[in-house]
Nanobody, 123 residues
Framework: QVQLVESGGGLVQAGGSLRLSCAAS????????MGWFRQAPGKEREFVAY????????LYTDSVKGRFTISRDNAKNTVYLQMNSLKPEDTAVYFC????????????????WGQGTQVTVSS
């Protein structure tokens, strides 16, 4: 069992930055690959970024490549999402999730989810 709690969301102007954190409980955190997803009002939850359990493999959806960076600190049971050059279209609730497979960009590939943190980017 893994419990996930996101933090770090807020209101930022376009072009600004935020760093989201996802704190996990449970001794097995370091064995899980992790993902970030987001959901805007009236839209489906969509994949944002993925990181394997070692932190050596990171994958992104095209719209955030070059702007967002996913990372993890297994000693702190935490995964991060550094978001730079934010755009109004990045506005959404952001969720972290623990991956079980097999396809990293599908929500159904994740077992455990946090409650989400709101990110709002003003123009």
């Amino acid at each position: 069992q893994v419990q996930l709690v996101e933090s770090g969301g807020g209101l930022v102007q376009a072009g600004g930055s935020l760093r989201l954190s996802c704190a996990a409980s449970g001794r097995t955190f370091s064995s899980y690959a992790m993902g970030w997803f987001r959901q805007a009002p009236g839209k489906e939850r969509e994949f944002v970024a993925y990181i394997d359990w070692t932190g050596s493999v990171a994958l992104y959806t095209d719209s955030v490549k070059g702007r967002f960076t996913i990372s993890r600190d297994n000693a702190k049971n935490t995964v991060y999402l550094q978001m730079n050059s934010l755009k109004p279209e990045d506005t959404a609730v952001y969720f972290c999730a623990a991956y079980r497979g097999p396809t990293y960009y599908y929500t159904t590939a994740y077992d455990y989810w946090g409650q989400g943190t709101q990110v709002t980017v003003s123009s």
